[in-house]
């Protein structure tokens, strides 16, 4: 192990020890009582700060973050992970509309261009702290009636099942580093360009209907993903020599929250 990789981890040790929001001592004095240079020192404090462990303040210190929320990859709403681990949900309905589907979309949802869609603009709270902004598109024919008020503190997947009798069963996702736009990082309450995860989905209902296409923007500082690599199985039975990650999740800083769950993952 490296100098700079055991500085990282006694400094991660400290962290565990403190409160979040709590300061770490000043640089010089964490560098005399840990026996390393300023220079290591520095290096691990980037690490960390990179990682979302801790937010370096100009002309006020160096503090700990809130730790990241385990997210698993399942189809689980939003509101029911959040509960999971003693957190209020929320949702703010921004924007709700009807427009045409027009070719992308339209591909994406297996509809014809000039069918019209529900776009819903949200953004996901927990305790009432921002975490991710989510567009939603639903076909119109599938959801008569559906309002701006049917979104708040409801899982939208509980509302698909009990109003329109349409239950999700499947579906498929994507997920790829990203920055914050403009408008994102207004609404996330982030800085301009920050670091963060993007999610697209489709989900398919029983009875084969692609039913919704929702593209999200997960804050970065509050979620990081591990997966669990296991050995993919041949026909015979016998490893295949690869490694296929049959479960994932976004994990928290101490891994309290960490649990295998087979990906796609519901945001809703």
Request: aromatic letters at 4%; hydrophobic letters at 35%.
């Amino acid at each position: 192990m490296s100098k700079q990789e055991d500085t990282r981890d006694r400094v991660l040790d400290l962290v565990e020890s403190l409160a979040v929001g709590q300061p770490i001592p000043a640089e010089r004095q964490l560098a005399i009582d840990l026996g390393v240079s300023r220079l290591t020192l520095r290096a691990a404090l980037d690490e960390l700060v990179r990682d979302g462990y801790l937010d370096r303040r100009h002309g006020s210190g160096t503090y700990v973050t809130e730790p990241k929320i385990a997210q698993p990859l399942t189809l689980t709403s939003f509101s029911d992970d959040m509960r999971r681990r003693g957190m209020t949900p929320g949702s703010r309905t921004l924007e709700l509309n009807s427009m045409l589907a027009g070719a992308r979309l339209a591909h994406r949802l297996g509809v014809s261009p000039e069918a019209r869609l529900i776009r819903v603009k949200r953004l996901r709270l927990a305790d009432s702290m921002p975490m991710a902004m989510e567009i939603l598109h639903v076909p119109e024919a599938l959801v008569p009636g559906l309002t701006r008020a049917d979104f708040e503190g409801h899982s939208f997947y509980e509302l698909l099942r009990e109003r329109y009798g349409i239950t999700i069963v499947s579906g498929t996702q994507s997920i790829e580093p990203t920055v914050t736009s403009e408008d994102e990082s207004d609404v996330l309450g982030v800085p301009l360009h920050s670091p963060a995860f993007l999610f697209e989905r489709t989900t398919i209902s029983e009875s084969g209907r692609i039913v919704e296409f929702v593209r999200s923007i997960y804050r970065g500082d509050r979620y990081r993903l591990v997966a669990e690599l296991v050995p993919q199985r041949s026909r015979n039975g016998r490893s295949a020599g690869a490694l296929r990650g049959s479960n994932a999740v976004v994990g928290n800083r101490g891994g309290d929250h960490q649990q295998g769950a087979p990906a796609p993952h519901s945001k809703t």
